[in-house]
């Protein structure tokens, strides 16, 4: 019989997710006779029964284009925003889900969107996920799609931030995604040959970064490129987050989490400028002329590496192997040169952070990259 597969795409847009959805639907449609059905924006789009059918002609010339041809929404199904309040809407989705005479459906996505998925499972749903996060911080996977690119863009960022740096004696501080995780701003920090790399693994002391950049002065070198991960932070922050974060488990285990939530609220919102006064710091602390420069969004866009568009495909085509074979309530990951299935349950609510003695902090440390510490 044959076999009617759903698809989606949610969470941050990444380069490679329309590879992926072309490596799946290729491989399912013409090596297994399957059937695709889209949905529009994530789980938005499956609650609202949004759909299109994908075939060859929409599949065709999507390999080369950034973001993704779905669309994408942050939206959750058990929280989902609905005329000014949050409800849960996994059950409708279950009933659009019968309604296609689904076999399976295809989440494509980052951390939230696995969780999301695994909420659905729970639902009696069958899902199979794919992952995709320019932050790297999947749980289960050597690589998730959308990494390599950003990594590319983040370096090319660094090496022409290197000639006005030159040019001007300054102190140039660079924040690059990432989330919670420092795999992004580690790879482009060493790629791009940045002085210094602040990452969350490592919580950092100003005055240790002054003195790096001050003995670089020192020795004839008048400027230093300052690599900071959205997530990195100073000792003070650090140990504050932790206690905060702490005091949030406790508070969701006897119900009363409102007033942490609020102050956690308040954290994260002050910490949205702490590259700002990082480099203000810096400048004082040096008297140095220091400036910042946010990469933002430009790291999710563009056309996708030749390694996301392979590592896309692969992880497309071996969904709908999958699926084939009747495997669900799996992510399809990469491992060394293979792909493996890997239970749900073994992933979701953990994340692949940088280990303190992995290879790239290693290399960091022998090249005389500064970390902050």
Known sequence: MTKLVGVLTAGGDTPGLNAALRGLGKAAIEG???????????????????????????????????????????????NMPMGGQFLDMTDTMLENYNRHHLDVLVCIGGGGTHKSAAKLMKKGINVVTIPKTIDNDLFGTDHSIGFDTALGIATDAIDRLHSTA??????????????????????????????????????????AIADAILARSRGGKRFSIV???????????????????KELAEAKKSGEKEKIDARMLAFRQDHATSTIRLAQELERLTGLESRVTILGYVQRGGTPSAYDRLLATRLGTAAADMINQEKYGIMVAARGEGIEPVELSEIVGKRNIVPLDHPWIQSARHVGTNLGD
């Not at 010339?61 to 929404?73: N, Y």
């Not at 602040?198 to 950092?204: G, Q, S, T, V």
């Not at 690599?227 to 974060?245: F, P």
Request: charged share 20%.
């Open 32 to 78: 297994y006779g399957m059937q695709i059905i889209g949905f529009y924006e994530g789980y938005r789009g499956l609650m609202q029964n949004r759909t299109i059918r994908l075939d060859g002609s929409n599949l065709s010339g999507i390999l080369t284009r950034g973001g993704t041809i779905l669309g994408t929404s942050r939206d959750k199904p058990n």
């Open 166 to 207: 030159h040019s001007h004696h300054r102190i140039i501080v660079v924040e690059i995604m990432g989330h919670n995780t420092g795999w992004l701003a580690l790879g482009s920090g060493i790629a791009g040959g940045a002085d210094v790399i602040l990452i969350p693994e490592i919580p950092y002391k100003a005055n």
């Open 227 to 245: 690599a900071v991960s959205e997530g990195a932070m100073n000792r003070g922050d650090h140990e504050e987050y932790i206690k905060i974060t």
